[in-house]
């Protein structure tokens, strides 16, 4: 897997449905139907490149089973329809 700024990752998710609560860490809830789900995945603040095993853990986070699935999804080939129903279909969200 390749690597991604941190700044970068948190700017993309938010465009997708994820919204950020800022503590000592950037958390990235997704928001369906005006409601906070359970998928959320969390990164430190700044501009540092993330790479593995960070990236592992937010790909197994954001509930994708391949590392292909992710990248699409950040790289906004996977829309956040897209995404939601794919969580619907693992049974992850109603």
């Not at 449905?17 to 860490?25: E, L, M, R, S, T």
């Not at 699935?69 to 995404?83: A, G, M, P, R, T």
């Not at 969580?87 to 109603?94: A, V």
């Amino acid at each position: 897997m390749k690597s991604i700024k941190s700044r970068e990752l948190v700017r993309k998710l938010s465009g997708k449905g994820f919204c950020v609560d800022n503590k000592d860490h950037i958390y990235l809830k997704l928001v369906y139907n005006n409601k906070i789900t359970s998928v959320y995945t969390k990164v430190s603040h700044g501009s540092k490149d993330i790479g593995q095993p960070i990236l592992g853990k937010i790909k197994r986070q954001l509930r994708f089973e391949d590392n292909g699935q992710f990248w699409d999804f950040v790289n906004c080939s996977l829309s956040y329809e897209d995404y939601i129903r794919y969580l619907k279909s693992k049974g992850i969200i109603k």
